[in-house]
């Protein structure tokens, strides 16, 4: 944490900037109302229970979509870094998605599974998963071939070689994909939350702009901030878990 106190505070410098302009009529205190009104907002929908209402039907679906992303990325990834056959299947395909804004798939997907949570889910696992496939591709195919060899000279079995050597050491770029997609994840939720949505922090994000309640607006918006902090930071002790036989720190 003490190495982080650059960072908090230019946090803290950029609020004071915030608080001093609205304040001082240097900028519109209804469309950016100060700092300290955000605040009191954040900390009365805290306590009336209306934040963590919707907090928790986010985290839910940022959960289950970022874990199904992983169970179908992870096995195809490495699917695709042994099997050349897999990779010439699949590789069209995944170069062919891809590339494709994750709001775009929104409507398509309302179109066909309604403004529940299926819609929601959907869109999340297919703007997740390709991160986790694509980094498990280059971390299995970026093995040093003289580990594999040498399981083979032991007469280490072909699956035993796969979760033995394979998977660990691909491990370090598999979490690096998952961290990437957790933040796809938390941003695609909260996108549909906003566009379909009737609960989570993007719905609620939403009513209280359409209601005209700024500063309440501005709290949802505080709490992504701090979702997404808490995200990472609990994201980070796993990975230092994970690898911990590296005998490296894992860094922010």
């Not at 505070?9 to 009529?25: H, N, P, R, S």
């Not at 169970?71 to 170069?95: C, H, K, Q, S």
């Not at 498990?136 to 003289?146: E, F, K, L, N």
């Not at 994840?185 to 209280?208: C, H, K, P, Q, W």
């Amino acid at each position: 944490m003490k190495a982080r106190w650059p960072g908090f505070a230019l946090v803290v410098f950029v609020l004071l900037v915030w608080q001093i302009a609205t304040v001082g009529g240097w900028a519109d205190s209804v469309s950016l109302p100060p700092v300290t009104a955000v605040v009191m907002s954040w900390w009365t929908d805290l306590a009336s229970g209306s934040i963590p209402a919707q907090l928790v039907p986010s985290l839910r679906r940022i959960t289950i979509g970022l874990g199904l992303a992983i169970a179908i990325g992870m096995p195809l990834g490495m699917l695709m870094g042994v099997n050349r056959l897999a990779y010439r299947i699949l590789e069209p395909l995944t170069e062919l998605l891809r590339p494709i804004p994750s709001a775009a798939y929104i409507p398509v997907a309302i179109l066909f599974l309604g403004l529940g949570d299926q819609m929601k889910l959907f869109v999340i696992v297919l703007a997740s998963v390709f991160p986790i496939l694509l980094n498990t591709y280059m971390g299995v195919t970026g093995i040093d071939p003289v580990l594999i060899d040498t399981g083979r000279t032991l007469g280490t079995p072909r699956f035993s070689i796969l979760y033995k050597i394979v998977f660990p050491a691909s491990l370090p770029s598999i979490l690096t994909g998952i961290r990437i997609s957790l933040g796809i994840a938390f941003i695609v939720s909260v996108t549909s939350e906003m566009i379909a949505g009737n609960n989570g922090l993007g719905y609620f994000i939403i009513d209280r702009q359409q209601t005209f309640h700024v500063s309440e607006v501005f709290a949802g918006i505080l709490t992504l901030g701090v979702m997404g902090y808490a995200m990472n930071l609990v994201f980070l002790q796993i990975e230092r878990y994970l690898l911990r036989w590296r005998g490296t720190t894992v860094r922010a």
